[in-house]
């Protein structure tokens, strides 16, 4: 085997923008490679083909799918960020569930100093935690 990567299928013409959203939020995270679909299709001129990109360190495969499909994204699937300090808790839950969906409230819970549990605003379902001291 040769690696391990999460795979991301978004409806439309998504992908780019979502993924630039997320490497300008999580430090030490960047794109590393994008091809894109030209005039002769079959996706829509410039969507995502194939993306990748790393969000501090954890590989990450995407595209934008031109078939619609009859499911998307779900909950049950997310992004696991274990934070730092409770202003980087806060900042990423505020920027990750701006035209989004709270799923659990940020608050403190017995499991976390700090947690928060959310679907952004292209249906990437992210858990934000501050473990206990």
């Not at 980087?88 to 819970?109: C, H, I, Q, W």
Request: hydrophobic share 40%.
């Amino acid at each position: 085997m040769k690696s391990v990567s999460s795979f991301l299928m978004f409806q439309g013409n998504d992908a780019e923008e979502a993924i630039t959203f997320y490497t300008s939020l999580i430090e030490d995270s960047e794109i590393t490679s994008i091809t894109r679909y030209g005039a002769d299709g079959p996706g829509k001129e410039g969507s995502v083909i194939q993306a990748s990109f790393s969000l501090k360190g954890q590989s990450f495969m995407c595209i934008d799918s031109y078939v619609k499909h009859a499911f998307t994204f779900t909950p049950s699937f997310s992004i696991f960020l274990t934070c730092d300090s409770e202003e980087e808790v806060d900042r990423l839950f505020e920027a990750l569930s701006t035209s989004g969906s709270v799923l659990m409230p940020l608050g403190e819970y017995p499991f976390a100093k700090r947690f928060g549990w959310l679907n952004d605003r292209f249906g990437i379902s992210w858990q934000l935690s501050l473990p206990n001291a």
